[in-house]
């Protein structure tokens, strides 16, 4: 397996009295992984360890290779970052402010200038280069932010709630410059965010983080593969059929005549063979089979599963999805 360009062991960190992070260990593989946690969750406060902005207070990190705590300087060159706040200076021009960025970053005065004009461009505000930052709306802030991010050409972008305070167009198009940063210019993302839709539609990689400690990490396909099964409903016999799934090793939950039954220890079960032990079962048992239908899983749903010991209430959930509790 490729290095990974994050790998954190049992990272810990505390404010004072309180512990904001508990136990962070993750492998971040390159692409776009999204950093998925209700407000509050930590996952700023992990940023700021990435950059080496804040000093741990146990386990083991890695960034591009290297410990932020004792190579910051060197790792904050290959790293780009839009912070969550839009606290920019109002007077100062976007092409001025992202050049002076990339020139922090170690680019000459004469390649920091022409990267600048570049990145806003890439992110559609080449026309409005050369506007003041007061006088740009949030959507054209956030973009100026992310030009700051990727001008110098890092290895890593980390973004922190990027889509804040845009309205539903201006998010898809931010989402869209993230999705081409990632997968037609290669830079490997880490986006931190409290919605899951828009982790779910961009992102390759998920890490899930509650309560100040990692509760899911990997690809979406293994986070939502890992839960996909069936959902039966009977008439009758449900006891019978039950025995006889479990009988070659399928999990099988029960709520009343619902049935929601998922690959367990059985060998070589996929979709298919997984509807045939079903429809089997049934027939031996002549029992009657009102509905039988594939139990597709979300992200939200591996978040809510991941999070229940931690008791998810109904804000948690307005956070996660943008809808009303």
């Not at 709306?137 to 700051?148: C, D, H, N």
Request: hydrophobic residues 40%; contains cysteine.
């Amino acid at each position: 397996m490729a290095t990974p360009v994050i790998s954190a062991s049992s990272v810990a960190k505390s404010f004072g009295s309180t512990q904001v992070l508990t136990d962070v260990s993750m492998q971040v593989p390159r692409g776009i992984t999204g950093l998925l946690g209700s407000n509050g969750a930590g996952k700023t406060t992990f940023l700021s360890l990435v950059l080496g902005l804040e000093a741990r207070d146990g386990g083991d990190l890695q960034v591009l290779g290297a410990d932020p705590t004792t190579a910051g300087p060197d790792i904050r060159a290959r790293i780009g970052y839009s912070p969550e706040h839009h606290h920019l200076p109002a007077d100062v021009q976007a092409a001025d402010l992202v050049r002076h960025l990339a020139q922090l970053h170690g680019l000459p005065f004469q390649a920091s200038t022409e990267r600048a004009s570049d990145a806003l461009w890439m992110v559609g505000l080449g026309e409005e280069r050369f506007r003041p930052i007061g006088t740009m709306s949030t959507g054209q802030r956030q973009r100026v932010k992310l030009a700051a991010a990727i001008a110098h050409d890092p290895e890593l972008v980390l973004l922190d709630e990027p889509t804040d305070g845009l309205d539903p167009v201006q998010r898809d198009e931010m989402l869209e410059l993230i999705h081409r940063i990632g997968n037609v210019y290669g830079i490997s993302v880490m986006l931190s965010s409290h919605l899951l839709d828009e982790v779910e539609r961009i992102c390759d990689h998920v890490v899930i983080i509650a309560n100040g400690s990692v509760r899911q990490a990997g690809s979406l396909d293994e986070l939502r593969g890992a839960n996909v099964g069936l959902l039966v409903e009977l008439d009758s016999k449900v006891d019978e059929v039950v025995a006889s799934l479990r009988s070659v090793g399928l999990n099988v939950g029960i709520d009343g005549s619902r049935l929601q039954v998922q690959a367990g220890t059985a060998p070589l079960v996929d979709g298919w063979s997984m509807h045939d032990l079903v429809t089997d079962a049934v027939a031996a048992h002549g029992a009657g089979l009102r509905r039988l239908v594939d139990r597709t899983v979300s992200l939200e749903d591996v978040f809510l599963e991941s999070n229940t010991p931690f008791g998810v209430n109904s804000d948690t959930r307005s956070q996660l999805t943008g809808a009303p509790t």
